[in-house]
């Protein structure tokens, strides 16, 4: 176009706007290919076979007639792979189980073969023999004194030494105890703080077995090329670190290992471990030579895919009467499963809720994890915040009620402000925490409803209504776990104005390329179509450390806009000297370099572009920009500043319990989230909506029903996720505190949504039938007991050390 | 490692080594995946009816029976896409022809089908009528007056304007006459440099029809997202070029155009122009709305896919009787095909030869390039040069004799040296011409053995020995032909120290990807295998005009220093301010940063990056750049340094010549190159002995035999490539002129080695026999009727225009 043509151009934003997610037309089509489409040539297909018994040691095992099935390459078992090494966070956890199985899920042997058909024909050829061991079905179990050990020696593979170190600094597995962790923190002085209280409580609360549901099953593609060097097509949310591991595994460079990721049908935090599949598949592509794709079915997703942590949780909480609070004291015992994946560190993130959520003086907390034979944890979603605020959230309305204060009040009253840090050591910059507690409470008509639902309680029919309220504190900047929590940017600008941007941020169907591309587009004056993202190839993108903790926005945003900002600067300069005006006084607008005070058009950018290109000092518009957020480690105490930027959120939840069937129906959520700002509001909608839903199913629906080892319901009949006609009515607003360091004034968001619905639907539960329920999930038989005084104390014991 | 461990690093260089390709092991595993083995999920398979007339109308074309067919998705005639456009350098090329087919490979109609066994079924179902037209079988009959027009009209497509612009400023289709392009070059004054001549001599030659072999034929993948982007998986030797032109074809916007290299088995020119059937697979995933893969038989590829143009060639030139060249006029006629594709181009380089191979004070070209009905040509190694060479080196070797010189005397008295400007306005900065022909010379003895074979002629017996010369001048620095001849470089480093180099430049097989990782691992003391090339997506790689005119190790390796240099010179401030020392004394060796004086190790590389990346101020090293060469377009009298540096080679060639059965053996092939500088020796070698080869079977063995239109050996058996049991023995030497602004010096050899052997070997039949024989190939038929002074003239006339 002509600048002569084009009017004067105004200042426009993308920041806040409704933007379609880029991989939207694709996925609706039933075009995106994930890796259960993808066809590399000479592919095998293969399938493991897994425990029959629950806990067992291994007799023999007879692949002969396995083998000898036409169309059948491999089969292996842990004898044929001498060099295997334990994987999983604390390394206990050998991927081909040769001596013996600790739980259902335990892969005994894998078949590579010219089909899944084939390779599953073969499984069923496969002869076991066991001897059955003692199970060991509860943490409380594990722990008794004399408990048979899940892990009798440390490493109990061909005798070997463990030669990788352990993922986090804390020891876990080879002690003479079914302990997997253990760990203490505190500020403050306990004692003190509960002799000045005025009001004491204490209660146990059971959090039960949830899995992730990804649409996306579990798979992967493994193959070595010529040289030896390992090219995995994984669903994995952090590529950079699985590179490094599976280097270490194989005791090769880090840069003979290549990972690319296909569209990942949802992530959620199940895929930041390595599994055994995953090692499986590579020993089984190392020995027949030729890729091979391993991809689970619903079934094995379910049993063998990680679950959310179960926690059995002692609170112990105290306030003044005037409604200040004075301490809190939290055990918890965790059932670890049989191995040790990232759910035995869901505590550390526990830990945040219990000791910065609100302003308490003192913090005392004490966490165990222990080996059972069940399936074992991963993380997920909120990692911990759950399960924690489950238990916080029921005792802020517990402890109003004693004091008999409004639990609006009473958190409002404890509630973080800005500028505020935590006994842990959390800073917190921005703060719209208290904005949170009175616009959802406002928008849901809180404070009237609670008392209506008191007051009319009785004169109601046998079907009761509810409002609950809860709140919640997550990081929201990122989090130093790793060396590093940074993300790299490579930008380029091509002769049409077309940006290529190259992170090392990962999509997982959160929307990270939409809004990372609206970053760079509102920086540069273009629209998102004129981004392309690429993020899917450790050869090709510059580090990061993952999806994961709500992290992409904030630090891949910052990346991706440190980049754009040096383009932008290039290319104003370009203008300035070929255009003879100055740079400072220009600006970039709906594909033109304008004057930016008038909006007057100086030249259209990709005319620009190819007038640098095509010149005797020829120049392309490139950058790069490593970004590195200013948050720290924690010390050994636990203490630091973990993240950049903390997101807050209160949900207000409101039930209809019906007391005849126990039935609960959640009729609305009202969700207020601190979201920094609005950079995408679809995407955030979609973000919040979704994890509300997420929570929802935590709390009514969603139950794995592991009885003595076994689950009993690995499918979608039995196990019951929301769907459509349940989702409640949403009321979903934000709170913009425009975070300093924020991109945009950015936080992330990705956790937040799932955090407190379970918490608020306790106490909304409370509210309608004045019934407190300290177990999840509210499914009608439950319900229907403890409206009846029935709960089996069991299932929700009081747990606590000596 | 520790640094305490490591001892002092020598100074080691990996500039001249003999380094393996980067793609050898796994092509000779047999694990490459070229375009052949890709499975797109969904694809359908396509194929194209061919015309069955040389030259005829089209009355009727009735598709309904293959349409019918099962497993049948999309039958496409002209009819079907109102939309097309003429492709082709002159845009004088309907991808579907509709109304008249000009030659046998015409595209007629198009199948997409299940399999490529149902679509090659389909293609049979298909009835076309014809009208036949007569057949213009040669370049003389088409310029005879009254000739009938092939291209009767500007464009024959539902008489629609043309509306893409011709690839190149020169006037081609739509001429009252058959010819496509005519142009005139001159420098000198002509006339007067005759008239000082002592001898003159003139000559016609008439090279044939080869063309490229690639071992992996045509194919592409097309395939559109739901968005409507076009994802093209394509062997082209130019993406970026071919990018631009199918969405300018499609008209969309550059951005919604992608393309993807797999690895690609041969290209040598052949993949520089868009084809029919590149967009007829567009057309036809466009209509199936699924992907489509299109790949050629080895037949399709003999007949559908470019050649090494044919010309008929009169050659007039003069000399002073103390070897001083005079003049030379030249006229060519080039037998164009029915379309316009590169070949018609190869004037302009001829041209080069011509005006600038020797100093020659005036020089006189014409040419003209006339529509047949035969196969027409593209770009081919070499582009025009090895025939231009074939006419001049013959007469260099006529000249001395005439004035009773030697012929190396005659050629070193006339030979460029550095520093001089030709007619034509090049500019040799470095030269190593001279010794180029001394040292293959006097490698191969050439004095004696040239004297011994003329004086011991009559006393052999019926196998005569000879030996020839030839020289040729060859860009070597790219070549400023489109608006940008530049490429760009983006370069990261990992946390081991590891490289992904990002560039523009595409691997066909030359060796690119290894000489590129070469001269960075060279900046930055690493080996070769710390680098990763990605050089096949133009969503991810910097612009790069692509592979073409030997310039990819020039210009693209340049580049590669230029983001290499930059990403040192940052290793070496960071090294410097962590270790507390000078950066200037500091060099990168061996993986480590080491005190360049000493070679004493102050830190691993590797530990270095991670010391940057793991710290509070974060980074990464990555860089990018932009190389442009300093050449110049040429002005409208073909004037100007078109090229950064230019290549020299002399090789000389021995022969055994069966009198009896006018069989021509190859015995020895002497070659020294002006290389500029050796990179990588290995991969030097091989390029050079393929050219040799390849310039082998353009003398004696391959010839595309067009009969009356028709191609008569479309297949290995009758089109005779030289085999290994026929190569000679190679004697190959370098000069390394250590070109100024190449990159260590060096300069592009790609196109060279084959430029000079059928012109060497020609001298060399002419040294053994006394007979010289004008036209290719040297069969053994032609041979023997060349001996026995039976040529027939027709096969090689004089050809003149009046």
């Not at 806040?16 to 297909?45: C, F, N, S, W």
């Not at 034979?373 to 004693?402: C, V, W």
């Amino acid at each position: 176009m002509n600048v002569a043509e084009k009017p004067v151009i105004a200042a426009a934003s993308l920041i806040g706007q409704r933007i379609q997610k880029k991989d939207a037309p694709e996925k609706a089509a039933g075009k995106t290919r994930y890796i259960q489409d993808m066809v590399v040539p000479g592919m095998l297909h293969a399938k493991i076979l897994r425990s029959s018994r629950v806990h067992a040691k291994i007799k023999s095992i007879d692949t002969s007639a396995a083998k000898a099935l036409p169309g059948v390459h491999v089969v292996l078992t842990a004898a044929d792979v001498p060099d295997q090494q334990p994987i999983g966070v604390a390394r206990d956890h050998l991927p081909l189980k040769g001596e013996r199985v600790r739980s259902l899920r335990d892969e005994i042997a894998a078949v590579a073969a010219d089909s899944d058909e084939i390779a599953e024909a073969a499984l069923k050829l496969i002869r076991v023999e066991y001897e059955d061991l003692p199970v060991i079905a509860s943490p409380e179990d594990a722990i008794k004194p004399g408990a048979p050990l899940i892990h009798p020696t440390p490493l109990d593979a061909h005798g070997r030494p463990q030669s990788l170190p352990p993922k986090t600094p804390i020891a876990f597995a080879g002690k003479p105890d079914n302990i997997a962790m253990r760990f203490d923190y505190t500020h403050g002085d306990i004692a003190q703080a509960e002799a000045e209280s005025d009001v004491v409580v204490e209660d146990s609360f059971q959090l039960h077995y949830v899995t992730h549901c990804c649409m996306g099953v579990s798979g992967v593609i493994a193959e070595f090329d010529a040289s030896g060097n390992l090219l995995m097509y994984s669903n994995t949310q952090v590529p950079f670190l699985h590179k490094r591991e599976f280097a270490e595994y194989l005791n090769i460079d880090p840069s003979r290992v290549r990972i690319i990721q296909p569209p990942i049908g949802g992530g959620f935090g199940s895929k930041l471990d390595i599994y055994p599949f995953e090692v499986i598949c590579i020993f089984l592509a190392r020995a027949a030579k030729r890729p091979v794709k391993m991809v689970f079915t619903r079934e094995e997703e379910f049993l063998a895919s990680p679950t959310r942590q179960p926690v059995l949780l002692t609170l112990r909480s105290g306030c003044r009467k005037d409604g200040t609070l004075t301490f809190r004291q939290v055990h918890t015992l965790h059932d670890n499963g049989a191995y040790t994946s990232w759910g035995a560190t869901t505590p550390f993130v526990m830990m945040q809720t219990f000791s910065s959520l609100y302003r308490v003086p003192a913090c005392d907390y004490h966490t165990t994890v222990v080996y059972t034979n069940n399936p074992y944890a991963g993380s997920f979603r909120g990692y911990g915040n759950l399960q924690a605020t489950f238990a916080i959230e029921q005792h802020m309305d517990m402890l109003a009620e004693k004091i008999g204060m409004d639990p609006l009040d009473f958190r409002l009253k404890n509630a973080q402000d800005a500028g505020e840090v935590t006994g842990q050591g959390m800073t917190f910059k921005s703060c719209g925490f208290k904005e949170c507690i009175t616009t959802a409470a406002e928008r849901s008509d809180y404070r009237k409803k609670h008392a209506d639902n008191i007051a009319n309680r009785n004169a109601r029919g046998p079907v009761k209504r509810g409002i609950g309220i809860a709140s919640m504190l997550h990081v929201g900047g990122g989090a130093k776990i790793y060396p590093s929590d940074g993300c790299g940017t490579i930008l380029k600008l091509d002769d049409f104005a077309n940006v290529t941007l190259i992170t090392g941020a990962s999509e997982i169907g959160q929307g990270s390329e939409t809004v990372l591309s609206q970053l760079v587009c509102e920086e540069l004056g273009l629209p998102i179509s004129a981004v392309t993202v690429v993020n899917n190839d450790t050869a090709i993108t510059p580090w990061d450390v993952g999806v994961h903790a709500s992290r992409t926005t904030f630090i891949a945003g910052n990346s991706a806009i440190g980049a754009a900002r040096k383009a932008k600067a290039k290319i104003l300069a370009a203008a300035a000297k070929k255009h003879d005006c100055d740079e400072a006084a220009l600006d970039l607008r709906g594909g033109f370099v304008v004057v930016a005070e008038t909006g007057e058009p100086v030249v259209e950018l990709a005319r620009l572009m190819r007038n640098l290109h095509f010149s005797d000092k020829a120049e392309l518009v490139m950058t790069t920009f490593y970004y590195e957020p200013p948050s720290v480690h924690q010390d050994k105490a636990f203490k630091g500043d973990v993240s950049a930027a903390y997101a807050w959120a209160a949900q207000v939840v409101e039930v209809e319990v019906d007391t005849e069937t126990g039935i609960v129906k959640m009729t609305k959520v009202t969700g207020t989230h601190d979201v920094g700002r609005v950079l995408n509001r679809l995407g955030l909608e979609g973000q919040i909506e979704g994890g509300v839903v997420m929570g929802q199913g935590y709390a009514l629906t969603e139950n794995l029903i592991v009885e003595n080892g076994v689950t009993r319901n690995p499918n979608f009949r039995d196990y019951k996720l929301v769907t459509a006609p349940e989702i409640p009515e949403m009321d979903i607003t934000f709170v913009e505190s425009m975070d300093g360091e924020g991109p945009q004034g950015a936080k992330g968001v990705g956790e937040a949504p799932a955090i407190c619905i379970a918490a608020a639907a306790a106490n909304a539960i409370h509210n309608a039938t004045g019934v407190r329920i300290f177990g999840l999930p509210f499914t009608p038989e439950a319900v229907y007991r403890a409206l009846r005084g029935k709960s089996d104390k069991p299932h929700w014991p009081a747990w606590k050390p000596e």
